[in-house]
């Protein structure tokens, strides 16, 4: 009899199959409530008293055997058809989705929105190709206008001119064609223009622009907002105005931040001044606005532009622009932690 056990138990061991009906036959045909290890186990009350330690000992290594053989092959079963792309077990918990980053661009443009929406600026957008007009003409750059020189342009078409848009500026002429005054905007985008890459330039690269047009602003107003702008964004509150010309603001002026020169990499960046440049800006032009239907005797505003991936780059130190369009991931999984 324990022969005949042991022998079984040999058979258990050695079965195989990647039948899912033979698994169940084989459970069937050994644990089953008619099976043979019930028969076994009947036999037990028969079996000399001397000899049943071992013989239940032995229907027992049966037992185990044959429910571990059914557990196992009905496991390679189920990863056997996972692999065909058919779920197993579906209460299993799901692959672990990682976290991805917001690239540092979208960060700085989102802050620097944000910043804005707060004293009641909307976000406005425009087309990247764009026409002669919105880039130039109406932003008083009339043809052969040496400052037309100051941008160097990708021209997709001439005769019509079509082309890249070289700033953000464009969208201020799209936005005062189709509103009334009050205006209060931004309007984040990216520009072209053909030049040389480096560590400081790109021929693709983002602007924000900010216009504000109501009756009696003025340059104070200005001054105010980018008080404003510079301690919320920098967490600085120190800002000076130098003249500069834009043909879209009269006057016009460049905006330096003082930035300070506690570190070493403060006097890098700053060339040992302590001040950094951030943008320009100033009074619109009444031809601008004549340009695009607004009466300027009644109407005045402001206007500033900046380049955001110097920020960025001011706020993260990062060395080098080109680091924004490599898509790195060493680089961006750096920004995971900011939102
Ligand atoms: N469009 C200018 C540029 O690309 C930036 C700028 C300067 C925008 C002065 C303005 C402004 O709105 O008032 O360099």
Request: glycine share 6%; with cysteine.
């Amino acid at each position: 009899m324990l022969d005949k056990i042991k022998e079984l138990i040999g058979e258990v061991q050695a079965f195989t199959t990647t039948s899912k009906d033979e698994i169940e036959t084989f459970r069937i045909k050994y644990l089953g409530s008619k099976g043979v290890l019930r028969d076994l186990f009947a036999e037990f009350k028969n079996v000399p008293n001397e000899q049943k330690k071992e013989f239940g000992q032995t229907i027992n290594l049966l037992k185990s055997s044959a429910e571990e053989k059914v557990t196992s092959l009905k496991e390679a079963l189920e990863n056997v058809t996972e692999e065909n792309g058919v779920y197993g077990d579906l209460t299993r918990p799901s692959e672990p989705m990682e976290l991805g980053a917001r690239h540092p661009i979208s960060i700085v443009k989102n802050k620097i929105v944000e910043v804005f929406s707060r004293i009641g600026f909307t976000v406005s957008e425009g087309p990247e190709i764009e026409d002669d007009w919105h880039n130039f003409t109406a932003l008083n750059l009339p043809e052969y206008h040496p400052a037309r020189d100051m941008q160097d342009t990708f021209f997709i078409e001439k005769n019509p001119d079509t082309l890249l848009r070289t700033h953000t500026s464009s969208v201020q002429v799209r936005y005062m064609e189709k509103n009334e005054p009050p205006i209060r905007t931004i309007s984040p985008g990216r520009v072209f223009r053909n030049e040389d890459i480096s560590a400081r330039a790109h021929c693709i690269f983002h602007q924000i622009e900010g216009l504000y047009i109501d009756t009696d602003v003025s340059f104070a107003d200005l001054k105010q907002t980018l008080l404003y702008f510079t301690k919320e964004m920098f967490g600085k509150s120190k800002i000076r105005l130098r003249p500069s010309y834009f043909p879209f603001t009269e006057p016009s002026a460049e905006v330096d931040i003082y930035w300070g020169l506690e570190t070493e990499t403060d006097y890098r960046i700053t060339k040992g001044t302590g001040w950094l440049e951030i943008m320009g800006c100033g009074m619109v032009d009444p031809n601008v606005l004549k340009n695009c239907n607004i009466d300027p005797t009644k109407y005045s505003g402001y206007a500033f532009g900046m380049g955001i991936e110097r920020i960025a780059m001011l706020l993260y130190q990062i060395p080098d622009i080109r680091m924004f369009y490599e898509n790195d991931i060493r680089f961006l999984n750096q920004f995971k932690s900011v939102l």
